[in-house]
């Protein structure tokens, strides 16, 4: 039984992290239309970023500082922010699909950093020993797991609120203008500009908080956990569950986590031993079926974007039902 | 503002798209509170002018004052805020907001539109919305789509939606606005509420400057008429002096003209 507890923990945990970066793209795609197609750079600036900071002194590399918590904390959040506002001054200016290359291309070569540079990031053996928050007040491992998954799931919640107001109010509004037809919206007087460097670098701080989040769970980071796979994760999860609805976001997260985890163990599990070593390339095909498949035939994920309806019936003269 | 002071002067407002000059050294004034017409045969530079006094282009060559101010190579973001808006010859709805939101977007300087407004000040966004919502409202009833105000853009007739331009156009509090072909496309019926609100709006102190091809709706409301041909202006004058011209009606207008 509590080994049950403490996997769907385990599971939890990491839907909910994952939740939370899709909530970041969504605040990008779903209401901005830009198409970020680098999420793994920005979840891997936040986990590095953190580790860095909050992480043991390391002899061979420049960091770890060993600072408090809320430290690393915050430092992995402004990484990914920062990133996301050098990359957003110079390739916000492009269309859909060149953004989506050009940010692709940037968490390719961010990884390639995080690979390379020995000296700052340890290399592909990557960084350990990130001090897990709050473990000393926990007497065993399975408590300390629940109370993790605890944290996570009110950070969930407080991102979940937060983006909720943002969306609801003139700032979504003008937001999902911006997405519609940024030529109209200028021609309203919007600044699409700024708005759009302020939506990418706030997504993209949102889904740093998920890295931060990421490398406090496994105390450990390395350029294999901002591979490319990872965007596309990202991307089926806010697919799946519904591009522009926040609860589509993290609904699509748990689902799309599931399935992959379920994937994974079922063919490790009862598949053939020369089918097991294909685990991995199974999955990717699995991930770029679902994305694939939803897109052809309901593009509007499984919870669709709610257009939203004015509630002032009682002014009107009866009439004012008009539906669509 | 003097009644002899224009609204809107171009001078020598040129814009080449390679060696094309679209428009090719236009001067011209706009006066307030008139209807001003453009018009010209297709790929007159008509649309191109229309960027460029909105800001959407910015000239090769010559300036543009609004109200007294050079506005020259300003964005289309500020030029709204200095009261000038625009409708578009192919409209551009947000199709997948409502009819309301598209209004209610127009309005600059709401505080709910910034990041720190909207978390934080949720009692005076609330405030600024719901008097937003009366004169949406309001205007919408004004241009006969009050039914239609939950309705996603994307989902109204063409004519509607050239209606629902204009709505959003006014909900900045416009002392100008470009019309670029108002009545293309829309059944005789609308068109009839169209021309009549544009006529009621002109009344209460609106100044338009409309691009139409209906030579009827030109002669009959518009005051002056400037007709461009090649990027430039080729006539300019009342209704009458219009029909008198033979010649500008033969060269640049076709036959069949009312
Ligand atoms: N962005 C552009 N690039 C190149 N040529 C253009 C562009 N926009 C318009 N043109 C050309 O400029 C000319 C004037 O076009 P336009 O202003 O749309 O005419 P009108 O609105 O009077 O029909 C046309 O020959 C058109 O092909
Ligand atoms: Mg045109």
């Known amino acids: 039984m509590i080994g049950v507890i403490s996997y769907l923990a385990f599971f939890g945990t990491v839907a909910a992290i994952l939740a939370i970066a899709v909530l970041g793209l969504n605040l990008q795609w779903g ?12 979840f891997g600036a936040g986990a590095y970023g953190a580790m860095m900071l909050g992480g043991p002194a390391d002899p061979q590399q420049l960091g770890g500082f060993a600072l408090p918590y809320p430290i690393a904390f915050a430092g992995g959040i402004g990484l990914a922010a920062l990133v996301a506002w050098a990359v957003g001054l110079l390739t916000l200016r492009l269309r859909h699909d060149y953004l989506a290359i050009a940010t692709f291309g940037v968490a390719v070569a961010l990884e390639a950093v995080a690979r390379n540079a020995e000296w700052l990031t340890g290399g592909a053996k990557g960084m350990r020993g990130f001090p897990r928050p709050f473990e000393g007040l926990f007497a065993d491992q399975f408590t300390y797991n629940l109370a993790f998954l605890g944290f996570v799931v009110i950070i969930l919640i407080a991102v979940y609120a ?6 609801r109010s003139p ?57 490319p796979i990872l965007t596309f994760q990202i991307w089926a999860m806010l697919i799946v569950g519904g591009a522009g609805n926040n609860r589509g976001a993290v609904l699509g997260a748990f689902l799309i986590w599931g399935a992959w985890t379920s994937s994974g163990f079922l063919l490790s599990k009862f598949a053939p031993t020369a089918v097991q070593i294909y685990t991995g390339p199974i999955q990717y095909i699995m991930i770029g079926s679902v994305i694939v498949g939803m897109l052809l035939w309901r593009p509007q994920g499984l919870l669709p974007e709610r257009i939203e309806r004015t509630k002032t019936g009682n002014e009107a003269p009866g009439e004012n039902a008009s539906q669509g | 503002m003097s009644d002899n002071q224009p609204m809107l002067s171009t001078s020598n407002l040129t814009c080449a798209f390679g060696v094309l000059r679209a428009v090719d050294g236009v001067s011209l004034d706009i006066r307030p509170g008139t209807m001003t017409g453009l018009i010209g045969p297709n790929g007159a530079g008509k649309t191109t002018f229309f960027n460029l006094l909105a800001g959407a282009l910015k ?92 309705q996603p853009a994307g989902k109204i007739s063409g004519g509607q939606t050239k209606l629902l331009e204009l709505a959003r156009a006014l909900m900045g509090e416009p002392s100008l606005i470009l019309l670029d072909e108002p009545a293309a496309g829309v059944n005789p019926s609308l068109t009839n509420v169209l021309i009549d609100r544009i006529k009621e709006l002109n009344r209460q102190g609106m100044t338009f400057f409309i691009i139409e091809h209906d030579m009827d709706f030109v002669m009959r409301h518009c005051a002056p008429i400037i007709a461009l041909a090649e990027g430039r202006v080729v006539f300019e004058g009342t209704a009458q002096d219009a029909q008198a011209d033979a010649g500008l009606l033969d060269a640049y207008l076709g036959t069949g003209v009312a």
Do not use: C, W
Request: net charge positive.
């Open chain 1, 162 to 167: 937060g983006l909720e107001r943002l969306v």
């Open chain 1, 31 to 42: 209401n901005t239309g830009l198409f970020n197609g680098g999420v793994a750079a920005f």
């Open chain 1, 171 to 227: 700032y979504g509004r003008v937001l999902r203008a911006i997405r519609e037809d940024e030529v109209a919206a200028r021609a309203l007087g919007k600044n699409a500009t700024r708005l759009r460097l302020e939506a990418f670098v706030l997504g993209s701080a949102i889904i740093g908080v998920a890295g931060v989040l990421y490398v406090s769970f496994y105390a450990f980071i390395s350029p294999q956990d901002m591979a």
């Open chain 2, 59 to 150: 000239p090769t060559e010559g300036r543009v004052h609004f109200n007294g101010v050079d506005v020259t190579g300003m964005s289309p973001d500020r030029l709204f805020h200095l009261g000038l808006a625009r409708t578009f010859q192919i409209p551009r709805p947000f199709r997948r907001l409502s009819v309301l939101e598209n209004l209610l977007l127009a309005p600059p300087k709401q505080s709910g539109e910034t990041l720190t407004g909207a978390i934080f000040q949720r009692g005076r966004m609330a405030r600024e919305e719901r008097a937003l919502r009366d004169k949406a409202m309001g205007i919408l009833d004004f241009m006969t789509l009050a039914d239609l105000a939950d």
